[in-house]
């Protein structure tokens, strides 16, 4: 039997109860498959930074590429530890150092849920993020700190090879997609990035000819996503860009509560990354009120992208049987709690 090791990093706050309620289910799935996921829980959060000074050991990064897998809830305790060292130093180090370029996040409705927009247009929008590099580059810094002369500066680094990958990666799903890819810029405004990203995207475009592209500003394309989902496919956007779009999508399937994500490293392999795009929500931690499904849909990602594609699909099928029943957390307008919408999903397998 084919086992694979999965590293576990529950984190903080709700990321901590979306995984204690999904993980049996992934178990479940993996059992009706015959393969095992063999899970190893690591502390690495801000309860661990409070206790060793660190959010994960030095060699943290190295640990995980023995991994097949890293399932990641959420991390973030804001009112204790500083986002900018507990995101910084963790999540977004993991995503940099595993060199996990490309962030993959669906969006759509699940089966029996309507969202915020009640309309019957299609929405299934794919977006790929740029995951490493661009404005999340922690290049710049600040002068005359607390003067009246302070300047802070971020510097966005966009290479050739980031851009190109990720815009190659958005063109092969376009491909096994509709066809249709986006390229989201603010070329009208930001004249050396974003130029370099619109004129990449012609060069790559060149070798897709069957893909059919559309450049968008991304106020634009932010209103669109509201407007005419029903036009929008694959949607390709820098790493700033694609978390602001990636929130939107999450808010038309239902809320944070829904959207999963894959972090994944399209030129050398190696382990990715799957998680919810939410956080660690401290305004509902300790009250079983966290919706469980984004957490159980990364979980699919993961199955999906270690090559179980069965289980992958068995997942998302169950997932749906349990929307589609009514089943939801409070925030779906239901009232299960977190574990009981998992367990509803479990029973649906
Ligand atoms: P958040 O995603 O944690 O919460 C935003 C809102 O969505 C809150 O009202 C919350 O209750 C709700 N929500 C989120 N997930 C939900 C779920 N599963 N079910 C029901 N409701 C849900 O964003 P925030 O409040 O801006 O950030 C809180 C902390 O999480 C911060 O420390 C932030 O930096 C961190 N954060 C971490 C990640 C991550 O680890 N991937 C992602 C985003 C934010
Ligand atoms: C996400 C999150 C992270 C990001 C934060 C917590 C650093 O918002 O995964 O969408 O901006 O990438
Ligand atoms: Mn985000």
């Known amino acids: 039997m084919k086992n694979y090791r999965i590293a576990l990093l529950p984190g903080d706050g709700i990321g901590t109860e979306v995984m204690e309620a999904a993980w049996p289910v992934l178990q479940a799935v993996a059992d009706q498959q015959d393969f095992g996921l063999v899970g190893d829980c690591l502390p690495w959060s801000c309860d661990?930074?409070?206790?060793?000074?660190?959010?994960?050991?030095?060699?943290?990064?190295?640990?995980?590429?023995?991994?097949?897998?890293?399932y990641?809830?959420?991390?973030?305790?804001?009112?204790?530890?500083?986002?900018?060292?507990?995101?910084?130093?963790?999540?977004?180090?993991?995503?940099?150092?595993?060199?996990?370029?490309?962030?993959?996040?669906?969006?759509?409705l699940l089966a029996g849920v309507t969202g915020p927009l009640r309309t019957d247009k299609a929405f299934d929008i794919l977006c790929?993020?740029?995951?490493?590099?661009?404005?999340?580059s922690g290049a710049g810094g600040r002068v005359h700190q607390g003067g009246d002369l302070e300047v802070a500066v971020e510097t966005s680094i966009f290479t050739r090879a980031g851009v190109e990958?990720?815009?190659?990666?958005?063109?092969?799903?376009?491909?096994?997609r509709s066809g249709k890819?986006?390229?989201?810029?603010?070329?009208?405004a930001q004249r050396h990035s974003m130029v370099f990203w619109d004129e990449m995207t012609d060069r790559v475009a060149a070798d897709y000819p069957d893909v059919q592209v559309?450049?968008?500003h991304v106020d634009a394309i932010a209103a669109r996503m509201i407007t005419h989902p029903e036009t929008l496919d694959v949607v390709v956007a820098s790493n700033l860009f694609g978390d602001i779009l990636t929130d939107i999508g999450a808010a038309i399937q239902g809320g944070l509560g829904f959207a999963a994500s894959a972090n994944i490293n399209p030129v050398s392999g190696g382990p990715g990354m799957f998680e919810p795009v939410h956080g660690s929500a401290p305004d509902i931690v300790g009250k079983g009120l966290a919706n469980p499904l984004a957490t159980l849909w990364a979980g699919a990602l993961m199955?999906?992208?270690?090559?179980?594609?069965?289980?992958?699909?068995?997942?998302m099928t169950a997932i749906e049987k349990a929307t589609a029943?009514?089943?939801?957390?409070?925030?779906?307008?239901?009232?299960?709690?977190?574990?009981?919408l998992a367990q509803a999903v479990q029973a649906a397998l």
């Open 48 to 70: 661990y930074y409070l206790e060793h000074g660190v959010m994960m050991p030095p060699d943290g990064v190295e640990q995980l590429r023995a991994f097949d897998a890293i």
């Open 72 to 108: 990641l809830g959420a991390v973030g305790l804001p009112e204790t530890v500083p986002d900018h060292v507990s995101l910084r130093e963790l999540l977004l180090a993991i995503r940099q150092g595993l060199d996990l370029s490309v962030n993959e996040r669906p969006h759509r």
């Open 128 to 136: 790929i993020r740029e995951n490493t590099e661009g404005e999340y």
């Open 165 to 176: 990958r990720v815009l190659r990666y958005g063109f092969e799903r376009a491909r096994l």
């Open 181 to 188: 890819l986006a390229s989201v810029t603010k070329s009208n």
């Open 214 to 216: 559309t450049r968008y």
């Open 303 to 315: 199955l999906q992208h270690l090559g179980e594609a069965a289980a992958a699909k068995n997942l």
């Open 325 to 340: 029943s009514g089943a939801g957390t409070p925030d779906m307008g239901g009232s299960l709690s977190t574990a009981q």
